[in-house]
C-alpha cells in the first residue's frame, strides 16, 4: 500500500491557518483588507468578546458576483494575479487566495455580498459549503466569523486574555487606518465605539482620532522623494516620545509592514534630539515603484523584500533630519508636567524656585570685596552683547574638592569651569576648545579673567546672540547651582547648565574630531588581540574594512591578531579598549565608519567636561555659556538627547500667579 498521499483540501486549509490565522486579528486584518482591495470607502468592523465569539466586517465596497462567490472559498483562488508577471508588481494587499479559506476551515463563516443586484448568501462551516442562496443586500460584502477555532480547539490555548487580543484587533485598525485616512473605519467591540475615521483624506485628523489630538498637535509633517521613492508622513517633535518603536508605523505602497532598517533610520534622523531608549510617535508612507519590492515572502505580507533599501533609509534619515531642523524644539513647561492634582504642587513648587533665585540674584555694580580683593574681570566686547562689569567669581573646581574661597588672588590662575579633570582627555583639543572658547568672537572661557583690554560690558539687559530659531536670552540667574534662568520676549526661559554645555562641547569636538588626520601612530608594544574560530573567520572578512578607518589586523597565530599602529586620534591610554570596541561593532554590524565612530567619542569626552549640577556660576560665566548656547546648530537637545532649556509664556506666569484664571473656573479676572 502506497504510504504517500494527498491531503485533504480542509485539513490542507487548516493547515495553511496556521500560518494565515493565528489569532482574532489575523482574521480581521485579512477581511479588512479584502474590503479595501474591493474599493471601499467605508468599512465598519464589529467583534464580540475580543473577536472569539464574533467578528463582522461590512463594506461598500464592489462586492462579489453570485457565480464567483463559491470560487472565493476555494484556496489559491484570486482575482489579482493570473502569471507570474503579475506577482512582481503586486499593487493590492491580497493576492495569494488563501485568507478567506483559511478562515473558513477554522470558523463558522457566513458572506453575503451584492454587486448592485440580487445578493448571494453563502454559508460555510469548518471548511464546506451548507448553504448557497439569494439574499437582500446592499452592494457591499457583509462577512460574519463566528466560533473561530471551535474545530480546532488546540488553537485557543496559544491566545493571549481577550484584553490582549483586543489590543491586538485595534493595533491592525489603527494601522490600516493610517495606510488609507480616504476610508472611513470604525471598530465597535460589545457595543462599545474603540476607533472612528472620517475618511476624510486628512492623515493628521486620523492620527488625532487615533493617538489623541494633543499628540497630533506635537507631529509636523515631512515629505521628501528621489528618483526611485517618495516619503511622506507625521514625526513626532522630541517632546513627544514612547518607550517601544510600537507607535512607528511603516507604510509601504499602502501595506503596513514590519521591518527594522527603515524603522531604524526613522530614528537616525533624529540624531541627537532623542533621549536614549526613547522613540517617535511616527507614521511614515513610502511610494514606489511595485517592481522594486517583493511582498511575496511571508504568508501575512507584514515583511517585504525591497530593492536598493540603503538608498531609501537615507532619504529617510535625511528627510526627517531636515524637517527637524526646522523647528523650534523648546518644550513648554506646562506641557511636560502631569495633568493631576501633582499639576497644582509642580506649579507651586516652580513659583517658590523663581522666588527664590530671584531674591538670591541681586546685580553687583563693582569689585567684590573680601579679605583680599581680586583682579578686576572685564567682561567681552559689545560684540559679545554680554554681562555686566563684574560680577563675584564663584569657584571652578570638581564638587568632589569641596568649597573654594570666595574670590581668587590676581595672581594665581584661574581653572576654567568648563575644563575638568584636564589631564584625563585629549591635550591638543582641549588646548583647541579653551583658545576657541577664548577668543571666538571675544567670549571668554567660562571663569577665565578676560583680557585686560577688552571692552566695557553693556548693560544686564542687553539680549545675548541668537539664531532664527533660538529666543533672545537675558540671563537673570542661576537655582541651585543647576538651572539658569533667562527672560526672553516670549516668557522666561529655564537652562539645564549641564545639558547646556554638553551640547556646546559636543558640536565643538565633533568638528574638532573629524578634522584630525588619518596619519597612524605606532605603538612601542604592539596590542595582541584574541578571539574565538568564529569571530576570526568573521573578522577575515572584514579586514578591509577596519583598514578603511586606519585600523590594521594582522594575523598572529590561528585564533589571534596583533595591531602596531592606530590612527591619531585615539585617546591617550585608551588604545586597547577602543579598538576592541571597534571590532565589536564590526562582529556586530558587519561594518563601520569613522564618522559614526567619532561621533560616539565626541558625546563621550563632551559630557566628561561638562560643568555638573550643584555647581555655581557667576554672572559672567553664565552669560558666556549662553552665549556659545545661542550659536549652537542644535540648541535645544544635549548630546543624549534631553531637553537642554524649557519655556513657560507670559500666559503660563500669570496663571501661576493667578493674574488670569484657569479656562474651567468662572468669575471676574484680577487685575494688577
Given at each position: 500500500m ?15 491557518a ?10 480581521v ?52 494575479i ?16 488563501e ?56 488553537r ?5 486574555s ?47 482620532g ?28 522630541p ?46 508612507a ?8 517583493d ?41 511636560e ?18 522666588n ?17 580683593e ?47 579633570k ?17 577668543h ?13 583690554s ?11 546672540p ?34 547646556a ?18 596619519d ?65 561593532w ?20 563632551s559630557?566628561?567636561?561638562?560643568i ?61
Amino acid at each position: 500500500m502506497a504510504k504517500i498521499h494527498e491531503l485533504a483540501s480542509v485539513l490542507a486549509d487548516q493547515i495553511a491557518a496556521g500560518e494565515v490565522v493565528e489569532r482574532p486579528a489575523s482574521v480581521v486584518k485579512e477581511l479588512v483588507e479584502n474590503a479595501i482591495d474591493a474599493h471601499s470607502t467605508q468599512i465598519d468592523i464589529t467583534v464580540e468578546e475580543a473577536g472569539l465569539k464574533r467578528i463582522s466586517v461590512v463594506d461598500d465596497g464592489d462586492g462579489i458576483a453570485d457565480d464567483d462567490t463559491e470560487m472565493a472559498f476555494k484556496r489559491h483562488a484570486t482575482s489579482k494575479i493570473t502569471d507570474r508577471r503579475d506577482l512582481f508588481k503586486v499593487q493590492s494587499l491580497g493576492f495569494r487566495g488563501e485568507a478567506l479559506p483559511s478562515i473558513a476551515s477554522v470558523a463558522d463563516v457566513t458572506l453575503t455580498t451584492s454587486t448592485g443586484g440580487v445578493g448571494t448568501l453563502i454559508h460555510n462551516v469548518g471548511g464546506h459549503i451548507v448553504a448557497h442562496e439569494p439574499a437582500a443586500a446592499r452592494k457591499g460584502t457583509d462577512i460574519t466569523v463566528t466560533d473561530l477555532f471551535g474545530n480546532v480547539p488546540a488553537r485557543l490555548k496559544y491566545l493571549k486574555s481577550p484584553t490582549t487580543e483586543l489590543s491586538k484587533i485595534t493595533d491592525i485598525v489603527n494601522r490600516i487606518a493610517l495606510s488609507y485616512p480616504d476610508i472611513a473605519f470604525s471598530l465597535v467591540h460589545n457595543g462599545r465605539e474603540l476607533t472612528r475615521t472620517s475618511g476624510r483624506g486628512d492623515l493628521q485628523q486620523v492620527i488625532a482620532g487615533i493617538y489623541g489630538v494633543q499628540s497630533a498637535r506635537k507631529m509636523v509633517a515631512i515629505a521628501g522623494e528621489n528618483s526611485d521613492f517618495k516619503v511622506t508622513g507625521y514625526v513626532s517633535l522630541p517632546e513627544l516620545t514612547r518607550a517601544s518603536r510600537q507607535y512607528i508605523s511603516i507604510l509601504l505602497n499602502g501595506r503596513y509592514i514590519h521591518n527594522y532598517q527603515l524603522s531604524k533610520a526613522l530614528v537616525a534622523g533624529y540624531g541627537s534630539k532623542l533621549m536614549v531608549g526613547r522613540y517617535p510617535l511616527a507614521v511614515l508612507a513610502i511610494t514606489m515603484d511595485p517592481l522594486l519590492v517583493d511582498v511575496n515572502v511571508h504568508p501575512t505580507k507584514q515583511e517585504v523584500r525591497i530593492s536598493q533599501e540603503p538608498e531609501l533609509t537615507q532619504l529617510i534619515q535625511k528627510t526627517v533630519f531636515d524637517r527637524l531642523a526646522q523647528e523650534n524644539l523648546i518644550p513648554d513647561v506646562f506641557n511636560e508636567l502631569p495633568q493631576t492634582k501633582s499639576h497644582e504642587r509642580a506649579s507651586d513648587q516652580l513659583t517658590m524656585a523663581l522666588n527664590d533665585a530671584s531674591q538670591k540674584y541681586t546685580p553687583t555694580t563693582g569689585p567684590t570685596l573680601t579679605h583680599r580683593e581680586p583682579a578686576p574681570r572685564p567682561t567681552a566686547t559689545p560684540t559679545s552683547q554680554s554681562a555686566p562689569t563684574t560680577a563675584q567669581p564663584t569657584p571652578s573646581a570638581p564638587i568632589a574638592a569641596g568649597p573654594a574661597p570666595l574670590s581668587t588672588p590676581a595672581t594665581s590662575p584661574v581653572e576654567p569651569v568648563m575644563v575638568q579633570k584636564k589631564a584625563e582627555l585629549n591635550l591638543p583639543l582641549v588646548q583647541q576648545f579653551d583658545a576657541k572658547y577664548q577668543h571666538e568672537g571675544k567670549v571668554w572661557a567660562l571663569g577665565t579673567p578676560a583680557p585686560e583690554s577688552a571692552a566695557p560690558a553693556k548693560t544686564a539687559a542687553t539680549p545675548l546672540p541668537t539664531t532664527p530659531r533660538f529666543p533672545q536670552l537675558r540671563y537673570l540667574g542661576q537655582v541651585h547651582g543647576t538651572y539658569l534662568l533667562a527672560e526672553a520676549d516670549d516668557g522666561l526661559y529655564l537652562i539645564d547648565q549641564h545639558a547646556a554645555q554638553e551640547r556646546v562641547n559636543y558640536e565643538f569636538y565633533r568638528q574638532a574630531i573629524g578634522e584630525v588626520s588619518d596619519d597612524e601612530q605606532k605603538l612601542l608594544v604592539p596590542i595582541v588581540l584574541d578571539y574565538p574560530t568564529t569571530d576570526v573567520l568573521a573578522l577575515n572578512d572584514h579586514l578591509d574594512t577596519l583598514a578603511s578607518v586606519g585600523l590594521n589586523l594582522e594575523s598572529f597565530g590561528p585564533n589571534s591578531f596583533i595591531v602596531h599602529e592606530h590612527p591619531t586620534w585615539f585617546k591617550a591610554g585608551q588604545e586597547t579598549d577602543t579598538i576592541k570596541e571597534m571590532i565589536d561593532w564590526v562582529l556586530r554590524d558587519g561594518k563601520l565608519t569613522v564618522a559614526a565612530f567619532r561621533e560616539k567619542t565626541a558625546i563621550m569626552m563632551s559630557c566628561k567636561r561638562a560643568i555638573k549640577a550643584n555647581h555655581h556660576l557667576d554672572d559672567q560665566q553664565a552669560r558666556a555659556l549662553l552665549v556659545k548656547l545661542a550659536t549652537a546648530e542644535n540648541p535645544f537637545n544635549c548630546p543624549h538627547g534631553r531637553p537642554v532649556l524649557v519655556h513657560l509664556t507670559d500666559q503660563d506666569l500669570e496663571r501661576l500667579f493667578k493674574r488670569i484664571q484657569d479656562p474651567h473656573h468662572s468669575g471676574d479676572d484680577w487685575g494688577e
